[in-house]
């Protein structure tokens, strides 16, 4: 038999390189993490970024009955607290991040040790502490390698700082604020409002599995862009509530049955309500910013500090004001459009070729494409060329915006063709603005039809006329002037030439109340009144009024020849509701940082304008128009309208209610001014340019294109028993000495009939 020379294994030997290739790995790994500890990869956060880490948090607008209008972000991140959280939220997290969350201390080296062995394919190792740590302190792992294995150990090292820093539900809380969840949704409260409208605590099992899925990759599992892959990963999360007992099976098949029923309400600033508003307040910010530093020195950041900005608006009012404005300028649309059919210089009426192409010259000056290809130094013939050349755009339409084909030049006379509108409302007895409808659609139309815009705005600003007699000469409603044509002198108040007004049907004669001139607009009789009382002194009580505009005292701003804002006229009418005493409009209660610490508190200006008895007796005087003059279709319970063109009447309303009506030359504007004892509501509705109008008056006039939105927004506050805006009669003054009641003959008129003295200045 041969001998065997193979020499046996040397078990001893292996077994000690085995031993020693061990614990050189667990001294390395100690090592690196001690080496990780010390800051020498590279610095670890101190513990004052531990307890502090940075954060940019959106800026709040909160309106009066406590929700949120809007925010100014850098990140679109609004914080919450672990009791804001639905249980199912915390449930889902757990079950499908981190299963033994409530057992480690940071690192769960079970889950780690599967995940090198697995190389990762039965899922990551990392715990949602872990997870934390990335996004607060290096966000995305790096593609290199030996980098990406230094973060890791850096992670580690953080993450058991968190743990030791932090509660459970302080880290989970942390991790879900910072979240980005994509389409500006970042934080689990951005990401429940923009994706379901509704706060985090009211989240369902399904909503809450959609939004932890989306913590695996947000991008991949878009919502917006891959539902079908997103309801995918739903189902798998609802898999693992159940596999950890959070659901039972028969809640997790029915619940993977469902769609993902999104409910998606944007947050962009073009989003949302009351935009015009909020594009306002962010400038008023601005200028807060820099007047108010932070103790330290420095300046708050609109788009990072987290301020909240507690407003006078009612988020239920401006809701309905934006409803009602959309109800009825997407009708009064339809039927200018109808119009511009027969119109060959559409959309405009009184412009010749020359000043049309003029009007659109201008409009494309203004354009953003003018001014860029002007600063890359393009020429004026290319940029005119530009003009003409089709292109694909999405344009404003009231059915939902439009893919279409167009030059922009066609587009300027498309937009030019679309009326325009503002809401503007006030409480008069504390001055809160209650409701800012700037325009139509803000991400189209971002002129603010509210503050920015000033319009001629006729015979709304009769009352100014005659609350100026009535303070001055205590006229009463029920005192009667003649209907005929009333001339001044040209040398009176220094005019160019004689004036003598024309009433607007050309009607004359018989003598009217000066309840029923003004409920029926007749210019004559308020040409009257003015040269009674002075334009000087009308003027000084719209200024008193809250009127700032430039007012020229001539007696032609009798008839509104002036051109104001709504926030001015609302202002001032205001004054006639609150017993002649003016209380500045205020949009902000007040502002605070993200600690809950006011930083300032605002209170009303207010300031006496009319004796109490006058106001009461103008807006008696005022309640005509809506009793028996241009505003009684408010009351009406029947008929119809060419078209349909007055959106949502017969309105029915019984209620006492003082408003009025204006309509400019040519029925380029059209306002209504309505007021009831608690709320002032003025709306104008009119075109870009004034060339853009209806061509006569049946459409054409405040009643018919303004006053319609003024009813559907109170019609709709009135069904919301939420809501407390008064049917009440205006409070009468205890003393009252002026004679309203139009049944009794008893006043001697003689003498007012036939003055023609001055009054005197105030």
Known sequence: MAKNNTAAPNFPKYIKWFWIS?????????LLFLLAS??????????????????????????????????????????????????????????????????????????????????????????????????????EGSKNLPERILQKVKEYVIAVKLERQYTKQEILTMYLNKYDFLNLAVGIRSASRIYFGKEPIDLSVKESAMLVGMLKNASFYNPLRFEERVKNRRNTVLGQMYKNDFIT?????????????????????????????????????????????????????LHRDGLKIYVTLDSRMQKYAEEAMAEHMANLQRVFNKEQKKNKKAPFYDLDKTQIESTILQAMKRSNRWIRMKSNGASEDEILKSFDEKTDMRVFNWKGELDTIMSPKDSIFYYKQILRAGLFSVEPQTGHVKAWVGGINYKHFQFDAVKQQKRQVGSTFKPFVYATAINQLNLSPCEKFPNIPYTILKEKYDMPEDWTPKNSDNKYGGELTLKQALANSVNVITAKLIDMVNPKNVVTLAKSAGIDSEIPEVPSIALGSVDLSLFEMVGAYSTFANKGLRIEPMMILKIEDKNGTVLEQFIPNSKEVLSEESAYVITNLLQGVTEGGSGIRLRTSGGSYPDNVVTGYPYKFTNPIAGKTGTTQNQSDGWFMGIVPNLATGVWVGGEDRATHFRGITFGQGATMALPIWALYYKKMYADSTLTVSKDAFEKPEKLTINIDCSKENLDKDNLLNSSEEVPEF
């Open 249 to 301: 099976k028969a809640e997790r098949d029915s619940l993977q049955a469902t769609p993902l029923s999104l409910n998606v309400n944007r947050e962009s600033h073009s989003d949302g309500y009351a935009t015009y508003f909020r594009e306002y307040l962010r400038d008023f910010m601005r200028t807060w910013i820099k007047e108010h530093p932070k103790p330290d020195g420095t300046e708050y950041n």
């Open 38 to 139: 010390w800051g020498v990869f590279g610095p670890l956060p101190t513990f004052e970024e531990l307890e502090n880490p940075e954060n940019n948090l959106a800026t709040e607008v909160i309106s009066i009955d406590g929700i949120t209008l809007g925010k100014y972000a850098f990140e679109n991140r609004t914080p919450i607290k672990f009791k804001d959280l639905n249980q199912n939220i915390v449930n889902a997290l757990i079950a499908t991040e981190d299963e033994r969350f409530y057992e480690h201390s940071g690192i769960d080296v079970k889950a780690s040790v599967r995940a090198v062995a697995m190389l990762g394919k039965d899922g990551g190792g990392s715990t949602i502490t872990q997870q934390l740590a990335k996004l607060l302190f290096h966000g």
């Open 22 to 30: 061990i614990l050189s790995g667990i001294i390395v790994l100690i």
